[in-house]
Protein backbone atom coordinates (compact mmCIF):
# COMPACT_ATOMS: atom_id res chain seq x y z
CA UNK A 1 0.00 0.00 0.00
CA UNK A 2 1.36 3.16 -1.19
CA UNK A 3 0.68 6.56 0.83
CA UNK A 4 -0.77 9.55 -1.19
CA UNK A 5 0.08 13.15 0.04
CA UNK A 6 -1.38 16.52 -1.38
CA UNK A 7 0.63 19.44 -1.00
CA UNK A 8 0.05 20.34 2.75
CA UNK A 9 0.82 17.04 3.89
CA UNK A 10 3.73 16.92 1.61
CA UNK A 11 5.16 20.35 2.67
CA UNK A 12 4.63 19.01 6.39
CA UNK A 13 7.03 15.81 5.78
CA UNK A 14 9.54 18.37 3.95
CA UNK A 15 9.41 20.39 7.65
CA UNK A 16 9.46 17.38 10.21
CA UNK A 17 13.33 16.86 7.71
CA UNK A 18 14.32 20.30 8.31
CA UNK A 19 13.43 21.34 11.66
CA UNK A 20 12.74 18.17 13.78
CA UNK A 21 15.33 15.91 12.46
CA UNK A 22 18.18 18.78 11.25
CA UNK A 23 18.06 18.31 7.53
CA UNK A 24 19.33 21.87 6.18
CA UNK A 25 17.12 22.52 3.58
CA UNK A 26 20.03 22.54 0.71
CA UNK A 27 20.93 19.11 1.35
CA UNK A 28 17.60 18.22 0.16
CA UNK A 29 17.99 20.48 -2.79
CA UNK A 30 20.78 18.67 -3.49
CA UNK A 31 19.48 15.37 -3.47
CA UNK A 32 16.01 16.35 -5.48
CA UNK A 33 18.26 18.07 -8.35
CA UNK A 34 20.64 14.66 -8.31
CA UNK A 35 17.52 12.80 -8.56
CA UNK A 36 15.87 14.55 -11.52
CA UNK A 37 19.52 14.39 -13.52
CA UNK A 38 19.30 10.53 -13.18
CA UNK A 39 16.40 10.32 -14.39
CA UNK A 40 16.95 12.77 -17.46
CA UNK A 41 20.48 10.50 -18.25
CA UNK A 42 18.33 8.06 -19.16
CA UNK A 43 16.84 9.69 -22.18
CA UNK A 44 19.15 12.43 -23.04
CA UNK A 45 22.82 12.74 -24.89
CA UNK A 46 25.74 15.19 -24.88
CA UNK A 47 24.12 16.16 -28.19
CA UNK A 48 20.99 18.44 -26.71
CA UNK A 49 20.74 21.22 -25.55
CA UNK A 50 19.06 21.82 -22.44
CA UNK A 51 17.02 24.66 -21.24
CA UNK A 52 16.08 24.76 -17.60
CA UNK A 53 13.09 26.90 -16.60
CA UNK A 54 13.19 28.27 -12.99
CA UNK A 55 10.82 30.02 -10.95
CA UNK A 56 11.59 31.70 -7.61
CA UNK A 57 10.46 29.46 -4.90
CA UNK A 58 12.60 26.27 -4.17
CA UNK A 59 10.99 24.34 -7.26
CA UNK A 60 12.96 26.85 -8.83
CA UNK A 61 16.25 26.42 -6.71
CA UNK A 62 15.79 22.25 -7.45
CA UNK A 63 15.74 23.06 -11.32
CA UNK A 64 18.74 25.38 -10.79
CA UNK A 65 21.04 22.42 -8.92
CA UNK A 66 20.05 20.46 -11.73
CA UNK A 67 21.23 22.89 -13.88
CA UNK A 68 24.97 22.86 -12.32
CA UNK A 69 24.74 18.79 -12.16
CA UNK A 70 24.15 18.79 -15.93
CA UNK A 71 26.64 21.15 -16.98
CA UNK A 72 29.34 19.93 -14.39
CA UNK A 73 28.52 16.52 -16.62
CA UNK A 74 29.55 18.05 -19.63
CA UNK A 75 25.81 18.28 -20.47
CA UNK A 76 24.98 21.78 -22.82
CA UNK A 77 22.30 23.51 -20.58
CA UNK A 78 21.33 27.22 -20.09
CA UNK A 79 18.95 28.62 -17.48
CA UNK A 80 15.69 30.77 -18.04
CA UNK A 81 14.99 32.81 -14.46
CA UNK A 82 10.95 33.34 -15.33
CA UNK A 83 10.16 33.94 -12.06
CA UNK A 84 10.49 37.52 -10.20
CA UNK A 85 14.16 37.90 -9.16
CA UNK A 86 12.80 39.74 -6.05
CA UNK A 87 11.10 36.85 -4.58
CA UNK A 88 13.84 34.38 -4.38
CA UNK A 89 13.91 31.87 -1.66
CA UNK A 90 17.16 31.88 0.48
CA UNK A 91 18.13 28.58 -1.05
CA UNK A 92 17.06 29.44 -4.33
CA UNK A 93 19.16 32.35 -4.11
CA UNK A 94 22.43 30.55 -3.13
CA UNK A 95 21.77 28.12 -6.16
CA UNK A 96 21.83 31.39 -8.18
CA UNK A 97 24.54 32.76 -7.24
CA UNK A 98 26.87 29.37 -7.65
CA UNK A 99 25.41 29.44 -11.49
CA UNK A 100 26.39 33.81 -12.12
CA UNK A 101 29.79 32.26 -10.83
CA UNK A 102 30.13 29.80 -13.32
CA UNK A 103 28.93 31.72 -15.68
CA UNK A 104 26.10 30.00 -17.33
CA UNK A 105 23.80 31.85 -19.40
CA UNK A 106 20.73 32.73 -17.53
CA UNK A 107 18.14 34.66 -19.60
CA UNK A 108 15.38 36.89 -17.32
CA UNK A 109 13.04 37.76 -20.01
CA UNK A 110 10.49 35.57 -22.36
CA UNK A 111 11.00 37.53 -25.53
CA UNK A 112 15.25 36.38 -24.94
CA UNK A 113 14.49 33.34 -25.11
CA UNK A 114 14.13 30.99 -28.47
CA UNK A 115 12.74 27.70 -27.58
CA UNK A 116 13.14 26.24 -31.07
CA UNK A 117 16.81 26.04 -30.14
CA UNK A 118 16.92 23.57 -27.37
CA UNK A 119 15.78 19.75 -27.36
CA UNK A 120 15.23 19.49 -23.44
CA UNK A 121 13.12 21.33 -21.82
CA UNK A 122 12.71 20.88 -17.42
CA UNK A 123 9.71 22.55 -16.35
CA UNK A 124 11.58 23.62 -12.40
CA UNK A 125 8.41 26.73 -12.48
CA UNK A 126 6.13 26.08 -9.86
CA UNK A 127 6.30 22.43 -7.96
CA UNK A 128 3.85 21.45 -5.61
CA UNK A 129 2.77 24.69 -4.20
CA UNK A 130 0.98 26.35 -6.45
CA UNK A 131 -2.71 27.48 -4.92
CA UNK A 132 -3.37 30.13 -7.79
CA UNK A 133 -4.48 30.26 -11.00
CA UNK A 134 -1.40 31.01 -13.87
CA UNK A 135 -1.88 34.11 -15.79
CA UNK A 136 0.01 36.45 -17.69
CA UNK A 137 3.74 35.95 -18.86
CA UNK A 138 3.66 32.71 -16.37
CA UNK A 139 1.27 31.55 -18.60
CA UNK A 140 2.87 32.86 -21.91
CA UNK A 141 5.64 30.83 -20.36
CA UNK A 142 4.14 27.50 -20.22
CA UNK A 143 2.37 28.36 -23.65
CA UNK A 144 6.15 28.35 -24.88
CA UNK A 145 6.67 25.01 -23.17
CA UNK A 146 3.71 23.06 -24.77
CA UNK A 147 4.52 24.07 -28.21
CA UNK A 148 7.79 22.70 -27.56
CA UNK A 149 8.79 19.31 -29.68
CA UNK A 150 11.39 17.65 -27.52
CA UNK A 151 11.25 15.85 -24.32
CA UNK A 152 10.03 17.78 -20.98
CA UNK A 153 11.07 16.89 -17.72
CA UNK A 154 8.89 18.10 -14.85
CA UNK A 155 10.42 19.02 -11.36
CA UNK A 156 8.09 17.36 -8.62
CA UNK A 157 5.36 18.34 -10.90
CA UNK A 158 3.63 19.77 -13.92
CA UNK A 159 3.49 23.59 -13.26
CA UNK A 160 -0.07 24.82 -13.34
CA UNK A 161 -1.87 20.97 -11.65
CA UNK A 162 -2.94 21.23 -8.03
CA UNK A 163 -1.27 18.66 -6.03
CA UNK A 164 -4.39 18.08 -4.50
CA UNK A 165 -6.57 17.08 -6.76
CA UNK A 166 -4.96 17.20 -10.11
CA UNK A 167 -6.80 20.01 -11.41
CA UNK A 168 -5.17 22.60 -13.73
CA UNK A 169 -4.88 25.73 -12.35
CA UNK A 170 -5.80 27.51 -15.37
CA UNK A 171 -2.75 26.39 -17.79
CA UNK A 172 0.10 23.69 -17.47
CA UNK A 173 2.89 22.08 -18.36
CA UNK A 174 2.40 18.44 -20.68
CA UNK A 175 5.43 16.90 -19.36
CA UNK A 176 6.72 14.00 -20.68
CA UNK A 177 8.39 12.54 -17.64
CA UNK A 178 7.74 13.90 -14.11
CA UNK A 179 10.17 13.72 -11.17
CA UNK A 180 8.61 13.93 -8.03
CA UNK A 181 10.12 13.26 -4.22
CA UNK A 182 9.35 11.51 -1.52
CA UNK A 183 5.84 10.38 -1.49
CA UNK A 184 3.33 10.31 -4.60
CA UNK A 185 1.03 13.28 -5.02
CA UNK A 186 -3.00 12.76 -4.89
CA UNK A 187 -2.84 14.64 -8.29
CA UNK A 188 -0.49 13.10 -9.63
CA UNK A 189 -2.71 9.86 -9.35
CA UNK A 190 -6.08 11.69 -10.47
CA UNK A 191 -6.64 13.37 -14.06
CA UNK A 192 -6.18 15.56 -15.91
CA UNK A 193 -2.89 15.60 -13.56
CA UNK A 194 -2.00 11.68 -14.20
CA UNK A 195 -2.34 12.64 -17.78
CA UNK A 196 0.22 15.94 -17.41
CA UNK A 197 2.48 14.46 -15.80
CA UNK A 198 4.02 11.67 -18.61
CA UNK A 199 6.02 8.91 -16.89
CA UNK A 200 6.01 9.41 -13.04
CA UNK A 201 9.30 8.72 -11.36
CA UNK A 202 8.91 8.64 -7.16
CA UNK A 203 12.48 9.40 -6.09
CA UNK A 204 14.34 9.11 -2.70
CA UNK A 205 15.88 12.61 -1.27
CA UNK A 206 16.43 11.68 1.86
CA UNK A 207 13.28 12.34 3.94
CA UNK A 208 13.25 9.67 7.07
CA UNK A 209 11.11 7.25 7.35
CA UNK A 210 10.05 9.23 11.08
CA UNK A 211 9.47 12.06 8.82
CA UNK A 212 7.03 10.51 5.94
CA UNK A 213 5.37 8.92 9.39
CA UNK A 214 4.99 12.09 11.27
CA UNK A 215 1.98 13.00 8.39
CA UNK A 216 -1.28 11.18 8.40
CA UNK A 217 -3.05 10.74 4.66
CA UNK A 218 -6.51 9.31 4.13
CA UNK A 219 -5.21 8.72 0.57
CA UNK A 220 -3.73 5.83 -0.57
CA UNK A 221 -3.60 3.21 -3.68
CA UNK A 222 -2.28 0.06 -4.01
CA UNK A 223 0.91 -2.25 -5.40
CA UNK A 224 1.07 -6.01 -6.80
CA UNK A 225 1.88 -7.09 -2.73
CA UNK A 226 -1.37 -5.99 -1.69
CA UNK A 227 -2.37 -8.98 -3.73
CA UNK A 228 -1.75 -10.78 -0.16
CA UNK A 229 -5.04 -9.55 1.15
CA UNK A 230 -7.24 -11.89 -0.74
CA UNK A 231 -8.94 -13.92 1.13
CA UNK A 232 -6.88 -17.49 2.37
CA UNK A 233 -8.26 -20.52 0.50
CA UNK A 234 -8.26 -23.60 3.03
CA UNK A 235 -7.25 -26.73 1.83
CA UNK A 236 -10.46 -28.39 3.72
CA UNK A 237 -12.99 -26.57 2.31
CA UNK A 238 -16.09 -26.89 0.29
CA UNK A 239 -17.91 -24.67 -2.29
CA UNK A 240 -19.58 -23.67 1.08
CA UNK A 241 -17.21 -22.40 2.38
CA UNK A 242 -16.51 -19.81 -0.24
CA UNK A 243 -19.55 -18.32 0.18
CA UNK A 244 -23.10 -17.56 -2.07
CA UNK A 245 -23.40 -14.96 -4.44
CA UNK A 246 -27.25 -13.98 -5.54
CA UNK A 247 -27.36 -11.63 -8.71
CA UNK A 248 -30.35 -10.28 -9.14
CA UNK A 249 -29.97 -9.06 -12.76
CA UNK A 250 -31.26 -8.89 -16.23
CA UNK A 251 -34.26 -8.23 -18.00
CA UNK A 252 -36.15 -9.86 -21.10
CA UNK A 253 -33.25 -9.46 -23.69
CA UNK A 254 -30.67 -8.06 -21.26
CA UNK A 255 -29.27 -11.66 -20.12
CA UNK A 256 -25.54 -10.33 -20.57
CA UNK A 257 -25.42 -8.46 -17.77
CA UNK A 258 -26.16 -10.72 -15.18
CA UNK A 259 -23.78 -13.52 -17.22
CA UNK A 260 -20.72 -11.11 -17.03
CA UNK A 261 -21.27 -10.53 -12.93
CA UNK A 262 -21.82 -13.88 -12.07
CA UNK A 263 -19.00 -15.07 -14.06
CA UNK A 264 -16.81 -12.24 -12.46
CA UNK A 265 -17.86 -14.07 -9.27
CA UNK A 266 -16.83 -17.61 -9.92
CA UNK A 267 -13.87 -16.74 -11.60
CA UNK A 268 -12.74 -14.26 -8.36
CA UNK A 269 -13.74 -17.26 -5.87
CA UNK A 270 -17.22 -17.48 -5.09
CA UNK A 271 -18.06 -20.79 -3.79
CA UNK A 272 -21.66 -20.69 -5.68
CA UNK A 273 -23.68 -18.04 -7.50
CA UNK A 274 -27.41 -17.78 -7.54
CA UNK A 275 -28.57 -15.49 -10.54
CA UNK A 276 -32.08 -14.10 -10.16
CA UNK A 277 -33.88 -13.06 -13.62
CA UNK A 278 -36.99 -13.65 -15.81
CA UNK A 279 -37.85 -16.69 -17.06
CA UNK A 280 -36.85 -15.74 -21.02
CA UNK A 281 -33.27 -15.52 -19.51
CA UNK A 282 -33.03 -18.83 -18.55
CA UNK A 283 -32.16 -21.24 -21.54
CA UNK A 284 -29.36 -18.41 -22.52
CA UNK A 285 -27.82 -18.24 -19.05
CA UNK A 286 -27.91 -22.41 -18.50
CA UNK A 287 -26.05 -22.27 -21.83
CA UNK A 288 -23.65 -19.72 -20.71
CA UNK A 289 -22.91 -20.66 -17.55
CA UNK A 290 -24.31 -24.10 -16.29
CA UNK A 291 -22.58 -23.63 -13.09
CA UNK A 292 -24.78 -20.79 -12.22
CA UNK A 293 -28.26 -21.87 -10.64
CA UNK A 294 -31.05 -20.32 -11.69
CA UNK A 295 -33.96 -18.77 -10.32
CA UNK A 296 -36.96 -17.41 -12.47
CA UNK A 297 -39.15 -14.66 -11.30
CA UNK A 298 -42.59 -12.91 -12.87
CA UNK A 299 -42.66 -9.76 -12.82
CA UNK A 300 -46.56 -9.53 -13.50
CA UNK A 301 -47.01 -11.97 -10.39
CA UNK A 302 -45.07 -9.70 -8.01
CA UNK A 303 -47.74 -9.32 -5.73
CA UNK A 304 -48.81 -13.00 -5.45
CA UNK A 305 -47.17 -14.78 -1.81
CA UNK A 306 -45.45 -17.05 -4.29
CA UNK A 307 -43.38 -14.60 -6.34
CA UNK A 308 -42.40 -12.90 -2.70
CA UNK A 309 -41.39 -16.26 -1.24
CA UNK A 310 -39.41 -16.61 -4.04
CA UNK A 311 -37.28 -13.56 -3.95
CA UNK A 312 -37.58 -14.19 0.01
CA UNK A 313 -35.80 -17.62 0.33
CA UNK A 314 -33.50 -16.44 -2.48
CA UNK A 315 -32.23 -13.61 -0.52
CA UNK A 316 -32.41 -15.59 2.57
CA UNK A 317 -29.90 -18.06 1.74
CA UNK A 318 -27.43 -15.28 0.39
CA UNK A 319 -24.22 -13.73 1.77
CA UNK A 320 -24.20 -10.96 -0.59
CA UNK A 321 -26.51 -9.76 -3.00
CA UNK A 322 -25.92 -8.10 -6.70
CA UNK A 323 -28.85 -6.05 -7.47
CA UNK A 324 -28.82 -4.12 -11.17
CA UNK A 325 -26.67 -5.29 -13.82
CA UNK A 326 -29.27 -4.97 -16.83
CA UNK A 327 -32.34 -4.55 -14.70
CA UNK A 328 -33.88 -2.23 -16.41
CA UNK A 329 -35.95 0.43 -14.69
CA UNK A 330 -39.44 -0.15 -15.11
CA UNK A 331 -41.62 0.00 -12.30
CA UNK A 332 -41.26 -3.93 -11.83
CA UNK A 333 -37.81 -3.76 -11.72
CA UNK A 334 -38.32 -1.00 -9.01
CA UNK A 335 -40.68 -3.84 -7.05
CA UNK A 336 -38.59 -6.33 -7.24
CA UNK A 337 -35.87 -4.32 -5.68
CA UNK A 338 -37.95 -3.35 -2.99
CA UNK A 339 -38.52 -6.72 -1.63
CA UNK A 340 -34.60 -7.29 -2.18
CA UNK A 341 -33.80 -4.89 0.21
CA UNK A 342 -37.13 -5.60 2.73
CA UNK A 343 -35.47 -9.26 3.32
CA UNK A 344 -31.79 -8.80 2.62
CA UNK A 345 -30.32 -8.49 6.00
CA UNK A 346 -26.56 -9.12 4.04
CA UNK A 347 -24.40 -6.34 2.05
CA UNK A 348 -25.41 -5.82 -1.16
CA UNK A 349 -23.60 -4.46 -4.11
CA UNK A 350 -25.88 -1.95 -6.08
CA UNK A 351 -24.80 -1.03 -9.03
CA UNK A 352 -25.83 0.07 -12.61
CA UNK A 353 -30.11 0.35 -13.08
CA UNK A 354 -30.52 -0.26 -9.26
CA UNK A 355 -28.58 3.50 -8.64
CA UNK A 356 -30.80 4.79 -11.60
CA UNK A 357 -34.08 3.48 -10.16
CA UNK A 358 -32.54 4.86 -7.11
CA UNK A 359 -32.19 8.20 -8.55
CA UNK A 360 -35.40 8.48 -9.79
CA UNK A 361 -37.20 7.55 -6.05
CA UNK A 362 -35.43 9.61 -4.58
CA UNK A 363 -35.76 12.41 -6.90
CA UNK A 364 -39.03 13.45 -4.70
CA UNK A 365 -36.63 13.96 -1.46
CA UNK A 366 -35.07 17.52 -1.13
CA UNK A 367 -31.29 17.62 -1.82
CA UNK A 368 -29.24 19.21 0.72
CA UNK A 369 -29.08 20.47 3.84
CA UNK A 370 -26.58 22.43 5.15
CA UNK A 371 -23.18 19.70 3.86
CA UNK A 372 -25.20 16.92 4.27
CA UNK A 373 -27.09 15.06 1.24
CA UNK A 374 -30.89 14.32 2.28
CA UNK A 375 -31.13 12.01 -0.73
CA UNK A 376 -28.18 9.66 0.37
CA UNK A 377 -28.75 9.67 3.82
CA UNK A 378 -32.44 8.35 2.71
CA UNK A 379 -30.42 5.86 0.56
CA UNK A 380 -28.44 4.96 3.53
CA UNK A 381 -31.28 4.37 5.87
CA UNK A 382 -32.74 2.05 3.10
CA UNK A 383 -29.61 -0.37 2.49
CA UNK A 384 -28.30 -2.99 5.10
CA UNK A 385 -24.94 -2.20 6.53
CA UNK A 386 -21.46 -2.79 4.38
CA UNK A 387 -23.61 -2.35 0.90
CA UNK A 388 -21.16 -0.76 -1.58
CA UNK A 389 -22.70 1.60 -4.56
CA UNK A 390 -20.55 1.31 -7.63
CA UNK A 391 -21.99 4.47 -9.94
CA UNK A 392 -20.05 6.18 -12.80
CA UNK A 393 -20.42 9.24 -12.71
CA UNK A 394 -23.28 9.91 -14.81
CA UNK A 395 -25.09 7.52 -12.45
CA UNK A 396 -24.17 9.89 -9.56
CA UNK A 397 -24.85 12.75 -11.05
CA UNK A 398 -28.65 11.38 -11.40
CA UNK A 399 -28.98 10.28 -7.80
CA UNK A 400 -27.40 13.35 -6.55
CA UNK A 401 -29.08 16.36 -9.04
CA UNK A 402 -26.07 17.49 -10.09
CA UNK A 403 -23.80 17.65 -13.27
CA UNK A 404 -21.77 14.86 -14.50
CA UNK A 405 -19.13 17.47 -15.26
CA UNK A 406 -19.37 19.47 -11.70
CA UNK A 407 -18.99 15.96 -10.12
CA UNK A 408 -16.01 15.08 -12.28
CA UNK A 409 -14.15 18.31 -11.33
CA UNK A 410 -14.83 17.92 -7.72
CA UNK A 411 -14.20 14.03 -7.51
CA UNK A 412 -13.12 14.00 -3.74
CA UNK A 413 -15.59 16.33 -2.76
CA UNK A 414 -18.25 14.80 -3.55
CA UNK A 415 -16.85 11.53 -2.12
CA UNK A 416 -16.87 13.19 1.14
CA UNK A 417 -20.54 14.21 0.58
CA UNK A 418 -21.51 10.40 0.00
CA UNK A 419 -19.84 9.23 2.83
CA UNK A 420 -21.33 11.99 5.19
CA UNK A 421 -23.19 10.36 7.95
CA UNK A 422 -23.37 6.76 6.54
CA UNK A 423 -22.17 3.74 6.51
CA UNK A 424 -22.35 2.76 2.91
CA UNK A 425 -18.93 2.01 0.71
CA UNK A 426 -18.69 3.97 -2.30
CA UNK A 427 -17.01 3.23 -5.71
CA UNK A 428 -16.78 6.15 -7.91
CA UNK A 429 -15.57 5.06 -11.49
CA UNK A 430 -13.79 6.81 -13.48
CA UNK A 431 -10.50 6.62 -15.26
CA UNK A 432 -8.84 6.87 -11.45
CA UNK A 433 -11.75 5.33 -9.53
CA UNK A 434 -12.43 6.59 -6.10
CA UNK A 435 -13.40 4.32 -3.21
CA UNK A 436 -14.77 5.76 -0.23
CA UNK A 437 -15.61 4.82 3.29
CA UNK A 438 -15.94 7.23 6.58
CA UNK A 439 -12.81 9.49 6.13
CA UNK A 440 -10.57 7.15 4.01
CA UNK A 441 -10.06 7.45 0.03
CA UNK A 442 -8.39 4.53 -1.73
CA UNK A 443 -7.60 6.04 -5.52
CA UNK A 444 -7.15 3.42 -7.91
CA UNK A 445 -4.14 3.60 -10.55
CA UNK A 446 -4.55 -0.01 -12.11
CA UNK A 447 -6.89 -0.23 -15.24
CA UNK A 448 -6.91 1.41 -18.90
CA UNK A 449 -8.87 3.32 -21.02
CA UNK A 450 -9.71 -0.27 -23.00
CA UNK A 451 -12.19 -0.88 -20.11
CA UNK A 452 -14.22 1.97 -21.25
CA UNK A 453 -16.39 -0.84 -22.52
CA UNK A 454 -19.72 -1.93 -22.18
CA UNK A 455 -19.80 -4.88 -19.27
CA UNK A 456 -16.41 -4.01 -17.69
CA UNK A 457 -19.07 -2.35 -14.73
CA UNK A 458 -20.71 -5.59 -14.09
CA UNK A 459 -17.24 -7.79 -14.26
CA UNK A 460 -16.72 -5.78 -11.18
CA UNK A 461 -19.89 -6.01 -9.32
CA UNK A 462 -18.91 -9.92 -9.76
CA UNK A 463 -15.38 -9.33 -8.52
CA UNK A 464 -16.87 -7.19 -5.19
CA UNK A 465 -19.65 -10.16 -4.31
CA UNK A 466 -17.01 -12.72 -4.37
CA UNK A 467 -14.53 -11.28 -1.95
CA UNK A 468 -17.62 -10.32 0.24
CA UNK A 469 -19.01 -13.62 -0.16
CA UNK A 470 -15.53 -15.02 0.74
CA UNK A 471 -15.84 -13.28 4.16
CA UNK A 472 -13.77 -9.48 3.30
CA UNK A 473 -15.00 -6.50 4.73
CA UNK A 474 -17.10 -4.57 2.34
CA UNK A 475 -14.48 -1.52 2.04
CA UNK A 476 -11.37 -3.81 1.80
CA UNK A 477 -13.96 -5.88 -0.70
CA UNK A 478 -13.95 -2.95 -2.40
CA UNK A 479 -10.48 -1.57 -2.29
CA UNK A 480 -9.15 -4.97 -3.66
CA UNK A 481 -11.74 -5.34 -5.96
CA UNK A 482 -11.14 -2.62 -7.80
CA UNK A 483 -7.88 -2.89 -7.81
CA UNK A 484 -8.13 -6.57 -9.10
CA UNK A 485 -10.40 -5.61 -11.77
CA UNK A 486 -8.09 -2.69 -13.43
CA UNK A 487 -4.99 -5.22 -13.36
CA UNK A 488 -7.13 -7.93 -15.23
CA UNK A 489 -8.19 -4.75 -17.69
CA UNK A 490 -4.16 -4.20 -17.87
CA UNK A 491 -3.62 -8.01 -18.78
CA UNK A 492 -6.30 -7.88 -21.25
CA UNK A 493 -4.80 -4.95 -23.03
CA UNK A 494 -1.77 -6.61 -23.29
CA UNK A 495 -2.98 -9.63 -24.69
CA UNK A 496 -5.39 -7.94 -27.19
CA UNK A 497 -5.03 -4.01 -27.44
CA UNK A 498 -6.53 -1.00 -25.90
CA UNK A 499 -9.34 -0.99 -28.87
CA UNK A 500 -10.05 -4.71 -29.42
CA UNK A 501 -10.64 -5.50 -25.73
CA UNK A 502 -14.13 -6.54 -24.14
CA UNK A 503 -15.44 -7.32 -21.22
CA UNK A 504 -14.88 -11.03 -21.00
CA UNK A 505 -11.32 -10.70 -21.60
CA UNK A 506 -11.30 -8.54 -18.63
CA UNK A 507 -13.04 -11.99 -17.09
CA UNK A 508 -10.27 -13.99 -18.89
CA UNK A 509 -7.60 -11.75 -17.17
CA UNK A 510 -8.66 -12.92 -13.77
CA UNK A 511 -6.89 -15.76 -14.54
CA UNK A 512 -3.50 -14.11 -14.53
CA UNK A 513 -4.05 -11.57 -11.72
CA UNK A 514 -5.15 -14.46 -9.30
CA UNK A 515 -3.11 -16.87 -10.47
CA UNK A 516 0.21 -14.64 -9.61
CA UNK A 517 1.29 -14.10 -13.58
CA UNK A 518 1.60 -10.91 -13.23
Request: hydrophobic content about 45%; glycine content about 8%.
Amino acid sequence: MKKLVNSKQMKAIDAYAIHTIGIPPLVLMENAAYSVVSCMEKSISKEDIILVVCGSGNNGGDGLAAARILLNRGYQVDVFLAGNPAHLSEETATQLKILENLEMVIWNHLEEVNFANYTILVDALFGIGLERDIEDEQAAVIAEMNTHEGIIFAVDMPSGISADDGKVKGTAVRADYTVTFGEEKVGQILFPGSEYCGTLVVTDIGFPPSAVDSVASEFYRYEKMDLARLPWRRAYSNKGTFGRVLIVAGAKNMSGAAYLSALAAYRTGAGLVEIMTVESNRLILQGQLPEAILTTINPDLLDTTEEKEKIKQAVGRSDVIVMGPGLGVSDKAKKVLDFVTLYAQVPLIVDADAINIAARYFNTFPLMRGNTCLRLNELNNSLPKGTILTPHLLELARLMDQPASDIQDNLLKTADSCTKDTDLVYVLKDARSVVAYEDERYLNYSGNNGMATAGTGDVLTGILAALIAQGMDSFEAAKLGVYIHGLAGDVAAAKKNRYSMIASDVVNGLEDVLGGMI
